[in-house]
């Protein structure tokens, strides 16, 4: 029904598309070699990307520190991002994990509030018991329903309209989907 409902409002969700938001995510990914913890332009463009709004400048740094030490882990999961990340800032950076876990792997879908409403899911209380545990199974759940999508022979339409507004970017199945995700509206 949700993917029914995606190709019938494809043009509609296109629209809502910038070019200037995947630009920043193109960057993001083309140009993950460079030091992420001096690289202001990178920085930048990720947090353009994926709206990124912390605290204050020490959490800036922590975050860039930690992307930086493991953007050559091609086999990180989210499970050990999220862990990590809590250790070190002592919350549960439930969406950030994604999105540093997504910038590593293009394969792998963030978790953003809208994608999450549409797919009729939400993130854990902030009370609730064994709300890692939980997190780490919603996004896997995420994951799963994206992929279930993509392999639906109707998501070719869906990529076919992408490719033909955005000839210029070559993103991934995955990365398709969760940018329609992230754009639809009910």
Not at 7 to 29: D, G, M
Not at 55 to 75: A, G, M, P, T, V
């Amino acid at each position: 029904m949700l993917l029914g409902s995606i190709v019938s409002k494809k043009e509609e969700i296109l629209n809502r598309i910038t070019i200037k938001k995947i630009n920043q995510y193109r960057y993001t990914l083309q140009n993950i070699s460079t030091n992420i913890e001096q690289d202001k332009v990178y920085q930048k463009n990720y947090n353009g990307f994926y709206r990124v709004r912390f605290y204050n400048k020490e959490y800036y740094r922590l975050h860039y520190s930690y992307l930086q030490s493991i953007k050559q882990n091609k086999s990180i999961t989210y499970a050990e991002i999220i862990k990590e990340l809590s250790e070190m800032t002592g919350r549960l950076e439930v969406s950030f994990s994604s999105k540093i876990l997504a910038t590593i792997d293009p394969n792998a879908a963030p978790l953003d509030k809208y994608v999450l409403k549409n797919l009729g899911l939400k993130i854990p209380y902030f009370n609730a018991e064994n709300r890692m545990d939980k997190c780490i199974i919603l996004y896997h759940d995420v994951n799963s329903k994206i992929k279930l999508m993509v392999n639906d022979s109707r998501f070719n339409e869906l990529k076919l309209s992408f490719q033909k507004r955005f000839p210029e970017f070559n993103f991934t199945d995955i990365k398709i989907m969760d940018l329609y995700l992230w754009q639809y509206r009910q």
